[in-house]
């Protein structure tokens, strides 16, 4: 399964190379931001964002997503088409270097709210216990 076509950049980022440790301190002493940063695939495919959770504000998600990313310099978000696993709409993939968490039924404001929080706060570590039941590991496709 392959990701599908990235269609909307929200938020974008300086992405110059600075080496520094886990503190986020380079080799000067100076603080930094952490090198690692992760990015919120949004699905809006046929299913997710759709008629198909007519009661869900869709747009609201989005706009909640978006604003949470803007607080963290390293996060980015994307909105895509169809990411494969329809049946667990809405469907969030973060991605964090070469780690990949997928959440899926994400459809309530409190799910949405503990996923922006996570996301303004860089989105790595630990999934946030309110997060947890929305996390899954997805089926193979092909
Ligand atoms: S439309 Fe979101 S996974 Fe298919």
């Known amino acids: 399964m392959g990701i599908a076509t990235i269609t909307t950049i929200t938020h974008t980022m300086d992405t110059a190379m600075i080496r520094t440790d886990e503190t986020g301190t ?10 690692t940063s992760a990015s919120l695939l949004v699905c809006r495919g046929c299913c997710c964002g759709t008629n198909k959770h007519p009661d869900v504000d ?17 996060t980015r978000l ?35 709210e503990a996923l922006a929080e996570w996301a303004s706060e860089g989105a790595v570590g630990d999934v946030p216990a309110e997060l947890e ?10």
Do not use: M
């Open 133 to 142: 039941p929305f996390e899954f590991t997805p089926e193979a496709h092909g």
């Open 78 to 112: 994307y909105t895509t088409d169809c990411l494969g696993p329809c049946e667990r709409s809405n469907v969030v993939v973060v991605r964090s270097g070469r780690t990949k968490r997928w959440f899926g039924g994400l459809l309530g404001v409190h799910s949405t």
């Open 26 to 35: 380079d080799e000067t002493g100076t603080h930094r931001l952490p090198a």
């Open 58 to 74: 869709h747009d609201a998600q989005v706009e909640t997503l978006r604003v949470a990313v803007a607080e963290h310099p390293r």
